[in-house]
């Protein structure tokens, strides 16, 4: 059992940075792959990018490469999403979530956070 809560939100304007975070509890965290997805009002929920359990691959959205950088400190049990360059369509509750293996698809993780408000203000 893994739980999960992410923290970091805010209101930041276009072109500002945030960092989120989520921290695990339970020794097994180092086993599972983390993603972070995101949900607009109204929106399915998206993907934004994943993490290996070992730190060594990461994968981005199209709509978030070259802004977002995601990590983990497996010392630390936790994972980190510097999100620069923010736009206003960033604008979501931020989510992460553990999984057994990376994957664009929300249903294949098997844990999730409370989630976490990133508005991104124009």
């Known amino acids: 059992q893994v739980q999960l809560v992410e923290s970091g939100g805010g209101l930041v304007q276009a072109g500002g940075s945030l960092r989120l975070s989520c921290a695990a509890s339970?020794?097994?965290?180092?086993?599972?792959?983390m993603g972070w997805f995101r949900q607009a009002p109204g929106k399915e929920r998206e993907f934004v990018a994943a993490i290996s359990w070992g730190g060594g691959t990461t994968v981005y959205a199209d709509s978030v490469k070259g802004r977002f950088t995601l990590a983990r400190n497996n010392a630390k049990n936790s994972v980190y999403l510097q999100m620069n360059s923010l736009k206003a369509e960033d604008t979501a509750v931020y989510y992460c979530a553990a999984g057994p293996r990376i994957e664009r698809l929300w249903d294949e993780y098997n844990f999730w956070g409370q989630g976490t408000q990133v508005t991104v203000s124009s």
């Open positions: 339970g020794r097994t965290f180092r086993n599972y792959a």
